[in-house]
């Protein structure tokens, strides 16, 4: 049994358990409530019964004209409850949204070494639109793949063609 | 990011450029070499000006900046360049008065100009200055007729209401005012937008007014409130049952539940809605009892009917699970429920069960079983019967220990024996034996799950929950047992070989190594776990204080000091997100940023960092000058220095004591064990109050020590050694000095007294335990009398004192031998790992008395130098003890009985300090322990790192 609901500023209090997962980041403040302020309708957590968090999604919609988009910025589930499908829940709470927005298509970015995760997106029906080079500052410098679903409105699909070539990140739009 | 806020069509863009790229870059020197070539060139460039006051702003020359901005400021400037670049100057200065100001100043200038209009309504935001964002937004609009500005107005209304909650005369006007605001913009058909909607339901709903939030929802315009993940129809939902429309609300929920069956809160209304219907049905006609129940019944076992559609979802399991303790709660009072409890099961027990043969594969089972358990209270028959029919359903699948499902229900059902207190009586050795045996498990599961399989390390592994367990089955002891506690720090280090990722073990070992203050192992796992920004405050009550305790001063110093970072920068980034609220019209997330901010400025651990690091501070500047009590006058000075800097309002308490808000996350260790569980949550209740106390007494002392410097200002700038510039900040609409001191040492008695007679939380040694308050170990000595006593000499010495007039002699320097006597019997008898930690805790204690009581004394000796001239004609740079010598030089003197008294005190807190040294080079801790580990025949790796904690020292 889970709650799905809207994030609030108090769940940074208590979402430990979820971010102290290594692969988790901890934003400042200010990147939190930048997204609670703008686009609150795209940050949702789930809830065990007993009220401890047991996941979240943080995301937005932007882009202009036929890359007016939902992006996934982060989605993280505590090692505690996973293997429920919580991932695809929230997900799917984002694609709605994303949807009502009329939005054409989602997209996440994921390291290329994170294969749980890439398959878990592709389980999910997304699939990588471009590698994105060295996305992810580290020792070394990472990859990113930018994976996309197209949604409904994006009736051909175009989205999700994907492009041949890596991009770098200063290109990316 | 900067430069993206500025005007991109000002022509002098180019120019300003590199001033911009630098500032950005953090290169500020270059900044102010680029920002003096744009002013060579053209002198009254405004926006030149201001970016070179925020390089110099930023280098630290903050006079220089200020000057530079003050002209700029005069000048009244329009253009939105410098205008931003000003706004971050102020922000960075905390000024955020002066933005307003500025943007006052350009709105006269330039009364047309909407920009301007805007950018000053969000300067009054930052300000929370709720009457003139009104007022400017209803300028906004007469200027430009936008719905946003509009509603900017209306939002500002209703902050003004919110803001000010005891006064109803604004809440009867303010409130009515938003209401018909938006009421006019509806009936005239100007709504635009769902954020417009949703501040017409915010209006409606902070008066109450559910059934009109109902019919706005139901018009037109609700049509534009969207419905995502059900959030509109849960609203709805909640409304009816807060009109008492409870059949209406059931229904409401029903669908609810129907569109998405695993919702907890669903499920908990519509029960307490049953329930309600249940009682009105039974007072109202006879015939058609428990309607309600019986239908949320239908619903709970409709919903797990339901699972052949949808498989595997745990919420009708465990909404049923709920619903049966609340009818069995009910049975116990009223009868009438009996036919449908045995419709639903026999027992809970057999719910149980069958929610574990269901979902006893997912480790999510331990947590939702865990929480059902804590609604129930077993009989021991009942935990015989639930834990055999688990043992028995899993008997034949453990044979194999490669299946991951298998390997998850029977964890669940160790967790759920553990919970349940059955390893409660195994004795030490089949204790072992069973840790052993559950490492075994452990080991054969990891070799045939997960080191087949390809994880990665920075995956937690499904295997873990078996090393935590078995940290949690050792480490069960009530005694201080170090054998028990070295075993549980390897099984939890051997458990981090294998699994690095995993951040409980961390967190445990941070604890464990802490009881026995191995503060610098703990701070290698602390470290490992990266805490920052936020976690400092939810989880700051684990490791903040333990570093002072385990007498790690600059470690802790250091910590405290990101962690203030942290605090500071809040009210800061609230305040712009705040702004951002209002410009995409996010306006229900206005006064839940607020409050999150109240949260964060009123924080429990945010206090007792800011008072841990004055008293640090102090500590370190005196620890700094010398260990022992050879002061000199220059030393004393830069102590003198430090106190000033700190700017302490010695009148004013500045917590608000009341509001002190418990912002601790206990959910990240558990000790799974039900009756510990429930203890703890007693002692978090418990420990939050010892804190406050802790906090108000360590305030107090340091307003007092201010106080008492105070004094000293005082003498000295009645000998006019002081110009009259620096003596501009004591107003003379400020009160006494003496009289201040006299009232904060009356204030600190009484606090000493209550603290000797309350009892305290003191620790039980579990995993999940919060640390006690410093409270309890300071509340066991007198420490707090030995500065007390010297406060009130600094009070006496103010009173023109003659011999006899003191109605006794100090005692601080003999209560503080009595302590340092403590101290070497501590430190004599330290023979076992939390015998270390104590006798850390007592050093530090000791320690920081001495500190602090050196300052007092440095005080002292300042106030009669001024007041009786007494070493005047004296070199600097000598020993306080000296003090004496020229004092009984001055025997025939007045002063020569205070002299004589303070040099008597002296040399009482020398020897002592002399004897604490020759304490702490007799101890050799290392050789208490390595001699402790050859015995035991254990890992070295706890005595390792206990041994360098001595270091310091």
Not at chain 1, 36 to 44: D, G, I, K, M, V
Not at chain 1, 48 to 70: F, L, R, S, T, V
Not at chain 1, 96 to 125: C, H, I, P, W
Request: with cysteine; aromatic share 8%; net charge negative.
């Amino acid at each position: 049994m889970t709650t799905i609901r809207a994030f609030r500023c108090d769940d940074m209090f208590r979402f430990n358990n979820v971010n102290l997962d290594p692969l988790t980041e901890t934003y400042g403040l200010s990147f939190y409530l930048q997204y609670l302020a703008h686009w609150p309708e795209c940050f949702q957590v789930v809830e065990a019964p007993n009220g401890h968090i047991m996941g979240y999604i943080m995301g937005k919609i932007e882009g202009q004209g036929d890359q007016w988009h939902g992006h996934v910025t982060a989605l993280s589930v505590a090692p505690q409850y996973r293997r429920l499908n919580l991932a695809a829940k929230l997900m799917n709470a984002l694609e709605q949204t994303s949807e009502k927005k009329q939005a054409y298509f989602v997209d996440l970015f994921v390291r290329v070494s994170n294969r749980v995760a890439v398959d878990m997106y592709k389980r999910l029906g997304y699939s990588v639109y471009r590698r994105v080079l060295e996305y992810y500052s580290g020792d070394p410098d990472e990859d990113a793949f930018d994976m996309r679903k197209a949604l409904p409105r994006d009736k051909h699909k175009k989205s999700i063609i994907p492009l041949q070539h890596p991009v770098r990140p200063e290109d990316l739009e | 990011m900067m430069a993206k806020n500025v005007d991109n069509s000002h022509i002098n863009e180019r120019r300003l450029r590199p001033i911009y790229d630098c500032l950005d870059n953090g290169n500020n020197k270059k900044a102010l070499q680029e920002a003096d070539k744009v002013l060579k060139k053209q002198k009254d460039l405004l926006c030149a000006k201001v970016l070179k006051s925020l390089a110099l702003l930023r280098m630290g020359r903050q006079e220089e900046s200020l000057r530079h901005l003050k002209e700029v400021h005069a000048d009244c400037p329009t253009d939105d360049s410098t205008l931003q670049a000003m706004t971050i100057c102020y922000r960075e200065l905390h000024k955020a008065e002066l933005i307003a100001d500025a943007y006052e100043n350009a709105v006269k200038k330039d009364p047309s100009n909407e920009e301007l209009h805007s950018h000053l309504f969000m300067a009054y935001v930052r300000l929370s200055d709720y009457k003139k964002q009104h007022l400017t937004a209803l300028g906004l609009y007469k200027l430009k007729p936008k719905n946003p500005y509009y509603f900017w107005a209306v939002m500002s209304i209703l902050m003004q209401a919110i803001s000010d909650k005891e006064s109803k005369l604004a809440h009867s006007l303010a409130l009515p005012l938003a209401e018909k605001m938006c009421k006019r913009f509806l009936e005239e058909n100007k709504i635009e937008a769902e954020a417009e909607v949703e501040l017409y339901l915010m209006t409606l709903e902070k008066q109450k007014k559910y059934n009109e939030m109902l019919s706005v929802m139901d018009s037109p315009v609700g049509a534009k409130l969207s419905n995502h993940l059900d959030f509109l129809s849960k609203r709805r939902a909640d409304l009816l049952r807060r009109l008492d429309r409870y059949e209406d609300a059931f229904n409401a929920y029903k669908q609810l539940i129907d569109n998405n069956i695993d919702q907890i809160d669903y499920y908990t209304e519509l029960i307490d809605i049953a329930f309600v219907l249940n009682e009105k049905s039974s007072a109202e006609a006879n015939d058609n009892q428990n309607s309600g129940v019986i239908n949320s019944g239908s619903v709970s076992n409709g919903g797990a009917n339901e699972r052949a559609v949808q498989p595997r979802l745990r919420g009708p399991y465990l909404a049923k699970m709920v619903l049966f303790g609340r009818l069995e709660e009910r049975q116990r009072t009223q009868a009438d429920v009996e036919h449908l409890i045995k419709q639903m099961a026999n027992s809970v027990i057999d719910l149980l069960f069958e929610y574990f043969v269901e979902f006893g594969s997912k480790q999510a089972a331990i947590y939702d079983m865990l929480f059902i358990l804590e609604k129930f209270n077993l009989t021991e028959v009942e935990i015989q019967t639930l834990t055999l029919q688990m043992k028995q359903s899993i008997a034949n699948i453990t044979e194999n220990y490669s299946d991951l499902n298998s390997m998850h229900r029977h964890m669940t059902y160790l967790y759920i024996c553990h919970y349940l207190g059955q390893n409660d009586g195994l004795s030490a050795s089949n204790r072992l034996d069973f840790v052993q045996h559950l490492g075994q498990i452990y080991e054969k599961h990891f070799e045939n799950i997960i080191a087949k399989s390809d994880i990665m390390t920075t995956e937690p592994q499904s295997t873990d929950p078996f090393v935590t367990l078995m940290a949690c089955v050792m480490f069960v002891n009530k005694e201080f047992d170090d054998n028990i506690l070295i075993q549980t720090i390897v099984i939890l280090e051997n458990g981090l070989i294998k699994s690095p990722a995993n951040f409980h073990f961390k967190l445990l070992l941070v604890k464990l190594y802490n009881m026995i203050g191995a503060v610098s192992a703990s701070h290698t796992w602390l470290e490992s776990l990266d805490i920052k920004h936020i976690q400092y405050d939810s989880l700051g009550y684990i490791f903040a204080t333990q570093h002072m305790i385990g007498a790690h001063f600059n470690t802790s110093s250091q910590l405290l000091g990101n962690m203030l970072k942290f605090y500071s920068s809040n009210v800061k980034d609230t305040l712009d997100y705040m702004i951002s609220c209002y410009k995409f019209g996010s306006f229900t997330k206005v006064e839940e940023i607020l409050l999150f901010r109240d949260r964060l400025t009123n924080s429990l651990q945010y206090c007792l960092s800011a008072v841990d690091r004055m008293i640090l501070d102090m500590i370190l500047e005196t620890k700094k000058n010398e260990v022992l009590i050879v002061m000199y006058y220059c030393s004393h000075s830069s102590t003198e220095n430090i106190i000033n800097y700190m700017e302490i309002d010695v009148e004013n308490d500045k917590f608000v004591w009341n509001e002190i808000s418990d912002n601790r996350d206990f959910s990240v260790i558990r000790s799974h064990h039900q009756k510990s569980e429930s203890s703890v949550k007693e002692s978090q209740k418990r420990t939050f109050d010892d804190e406050i106390l802790w906090l108000k007494i360590r305030n107090l002392l340091i307003r007092a020590i201010a106080a008492s410097h105070n004094l000293v200002n005082d003498e000295v700038k009645k000998k006019g050694l002081i110009n009259n510039n620096n003596t501009e900040t004591n107003g003379t609409e400020k009160r006494n000095n003496i009289d201040v001191l006299s009232e904060l040492s009356v204030q600190f008695r009484e606090y000493i007294s209550c603290v000797h007679s309350s009892t305290f939380a003191e620790s039980m040694l579990s995993l999940d335990e919060p640390n006690e308050s410093r409270i309890v170990s300071f509340s066991k000595l007198n420490y707090f009398e030995v500065l007390s006593e010297l406060i009130d000499f600094i009070i006496s010495l103010n009173n023109e004192p003659k011999e006899g007039s003191l109605s006794s002699d100090p005692k601080s320097g003999d209560i503080f031998a009595s302590i340092v006597d403590k101290l070497e019997e501590s430190v004599n008898t330290c023979k076992t790992l939390f015998s270390v930690r104590s006798t850390l805790e007592l050093l530090t204690n000791t320690m920081e008395t001495l500190s602090l009581s050196i300052i007092l004394l440095g005080i002292c000796q300042s106030i009669m130098k001024y007041k009786m001239n007494i070493n005047s004609s004296n070199k600097k740079n000598r020993r306080k003890k000296e003090v004496s010598t020229a004092g009984s030089a001055a025997a025939e003197d007045t002063t020569s009985y205070l002299v004589k008294t303070y040099a008597s005190l002296v040399s009482k807190f020398e020897a002592s300090a002399q004897r604490i040294d020759t304490i702490l080079k007799a101890v050799n801790i290392s050789s208490v322990l390595s001699e402790r580990f050859v015995l035991d025949g254990l890992s070295t790796i706890g005595g390792q790192r206990v041994d360098t904690d001595s270091n310091e020292y």
